[in-house]
């Protein structure tokens, strides 16, 4: 908060021209947790009208012109209160009373929650924040049944935080708004998620499926119609078909990537299922099929010796987006390494590096005339191309 108040004290820096979103957002914070929080007296380096170190009814000035950066501690003396310093500047009554409040000059000044229930401090803040009808607060009581992700983004959405077009343009964008799912309407987020042709089709999609009513549940706007949902214990259901309208959107944005209501409703109706199975949801699909977890396989693999007179050659490739590498060792039938090598190399993808490992290590074995060779790689993609099982990629050829 430092950044946006060099000249003026936090509690009194109000609304500029020219505002950065996350400036307002904190200062919307502050007003919000400043009533939960209070000073305990250290250093005292803490204005002393401004900042709240006290109960509020004990600051009581004698007048009315009252000096704003005076500091706790210029009202100390030594160890205790000043009693000259207190009745110059407070009324006798308030000047009694601070008196009375204890500090401790050997540690150092530490906000606290008024009221504490917890160990932690940020959790008290949001339980005294977030409670009651507030959304902030009920989107996180539906946690159990949306990923990090589905979570994240359901918190945007509620705080008009997702970049729709309506959105982009109050940022000062100039965009031509149109919907990428249905091409006929400008884009914001209640048409994109309920008003649109295409999501109006996905939800009647996922309607038919249901063993519920929704009649009386509004499918307009998230946040006005999310009382509704809570109230049938299925707040997380708009989030989730939210979810995967927005992903939809952006494959057809940004991706190119067609897709259809069907397919959205049948991704919607596959997390649903999963969220029964697994995680205790509600059962409101009519026809649920049973849903079994896949058994592990454990296939142990371990290296074997060659036999005379042959030599093992077992080559890796390593690939990221950054790097990639080879490398390759040469063993007898009696374990002993003959060679090793590696190099960094420049990559199309991972295959690309498992294939010029192997063919690394032929070369060197060619060029030291060990004739008689088993190679062993651990790509199942490179075994088939040697076997001539699957054609190769242009860049392997």
Same mark, same amino acid.
Request: charged share 25%.
């Given at each position: 908060?430092?950044?946006?108040?060099?000249?003026?004290? +936090? *509690?009194?820096?109000?609304?500029?021209?020219?505002?950065?979103?996350?400036?307002?957002?904190?200062?919307?914070?502050?007003?919000?947790?400043?009533?939960?929080?209070?000073?305990?007296?250290?250093?005292?380096?803490?204005?002393?009208?401004?900042?709240?170190?006290?109960?509020?009814? $004990?600051?009581?000035?004698?007048?009315?012109?009252?000096?704003?950066?005076?500091?706790?501690?210029?009202?100390?003396?030594?160890?205790?209160?000043?009693?000259?310093?207190?009745?110059? %500047?407070?009324?006798?009554?308030?000047?009694?009373?601070?008196?009375?409040?204890?500090?401790?000059?050997?540690?150092?000044?530490? %906000?606290? @929650?008024?009221?504490?229930?917890?160990?932690?401090?940020?959790?008290?803040?949001?339980?005294?924040?977030?409670?009651?009808?507030?959304?902030?607060?009920?989107?996180?009581?539906?946690?159990?049944?949306?990923?990090? =992700?589905?979570?994240?983004?359901?918190?945007?959405? /509620?705080?008009?935080?997702?970049?729709?077009?309506? %959105?982009?343009? @109050?940022?000062?964008? !100039?965009?031509?708004?149109?919907?990428? @799912?249905?091409?006929?309407?400008?884009?914001?987020?209640? $048409?994109?998620?309920?008003?649109?042709?295409?999501?109006?089709?996905?939800?009647?999609?996922?309607?038919? !499926?249901?063993?519920?009513?929704? %009649?009386?549940?509004?499918? *307009?706007?998230?946040?006005?119609?999310?009382?509704?949902?809570?109230?049938?214990?299925?707040?997380?259901?708009?989030?989730?078909?939210?979810?995967?309208?927005?992903?939809?959107?952006?494959?057809?944005?940004?991706?190119?990537?067609?897709?259809?209501?069907?397919?959205?409703? =049948?991704?919607?109706?596959?997390?649903?299922?999963?969220?029964?199975?697994?995680?205790?949801?509600?059962?409101? @699909?009519?026809?649920?099929?049973?849903?079994? /977890?896949?058994?592990?396989?454990?296939?142990?693999?371990?290296?074997?010796?060659?036999?005379? +007179?042959?030599?093992?050659?077992?080559?890796?490739?390593?690939?990221?987006?950054?790097?990639? &590498?080879?490398? &390759?060792?040469?063993?007898?039938?009696?374990?002993?390494?003959?060679?090793?090598? !590696?190099? +960094?190399?420049?990559?199309?993808?991972?295959?690309?590096?498992?294939?010029?490992?192997?063919?690394?290590?032929?070369?060197? =074995?060619?060029?030291?005339?060990?004739?008689?060779?088993?190679?062993?790689?651990?790509?199942?993609? #490179?075994?088939? #191309?040697?076997?001539?099982?699957?054609?190769?990629?242009? $860049?392997?050829?």
């Amino acid at each position: 908060m430092a950044k946006y108040c060099k000249y003026d004290h +936090p *509690g009194e820096v109000t609304k500029k021209v020219g505002d950065s979103r996350t400036c307002i957002q904190m200062r919307r914070g502050r007003e919000d947790i400043e009533k939960f929080l209070i000073w305990e007296l250290v250093h005292g380096e803490i204005n002393f009208w401004k900042d709240k170190w006290c109960p509020t009814d $004990h600051l009581e000035p004698l007048q009315q012109d009252k000096e704003e950066d005076l500091l706790v501690k210029d009202c100390w003396s030594g160890n205790e209160w000043s009693e000259d310093a207190l009745n110059t %500047i407070l009324k006798e009554s308030s000047a009694e009373r601070i008196s009375k409040i204890h500090f401790d000059r050997n540690k150092k000044d530490q %906000i606290h @929650l008024i009221k504490r229930t917890s160990s932690s401090l940020s959790k008290d803040i949001q339980n005294s924040i977030f409670r009651g009808d507030n959304c902030q607060c009920n989107i996180f009581t539906c946690k159990k049944f949306l990923t990090p =992700s589905m979570l994240f983004f359901s918190w945007r959405v /509620l705080n008009d935080l997702i970049p729709t077009d309506d %959105i982009l343009k @109050l940022k000062g964008l !100039k965009v031509i708004s149109r919907c990428h @799912l249905c091409k006929n309407n400008q884009e914001f987020s209640d $048409h994109l998620f309920f008003s649109c042709r295409f999501s109006r089709d996905v939800w009647k999609h996922l309607t038919s !499926k249901f063993n519920l009513n929704l %009649i009386n549940v509004g499918r *307009g706007n998230i946040k006005e119609n999310l009382k509704d949902w809570q109230e049938i214990n299925l707040m997380s259901l708009p989030f989730s078909v939210a979810w995967f309208l927005w992903n939809a959107r952006n494959n057809v944005k940004y991706e190119d990537i067609g897709t259809n209501p069907n397919s959205v409703g =049948s991704n919607c109706q596959a997390y649903l299922q999963k969220l029964i199975s697994w995680k205790k949801f509600h059962k409101i @699909l009519k026809n649920l099929p049973n849903i079994e /977890l896949k058994q592990l396989k454990v296939i142990k693999v371990r290296w074997e010796k060659p036999p005379y +007179p042959f030599i093992k050659i077992n080559t890796d490739g390593s690939f990221t987006n950054r790097k990639a &590498g080879i490398g &390759g060792i040469f063993r007898d039938h009696t374990s002993k390494v003959l060679l090793y090598f !590696k190099a +960094p190399y420049i990559a199309a993808d991972a295959l690309d590096t498992e294939a010029t490992a192997l063919y690394w290590a032929l070369n060197f =074995s060619m060029e030291i005339q060990w004739n008689k060779i088993n190679a062993e790689v651990d790509s199942y993609l #490179l075994v088939d #191309l040697i076997t001539e099982n699957t054609l190769p990629p242009w $860049h392997i050829i």
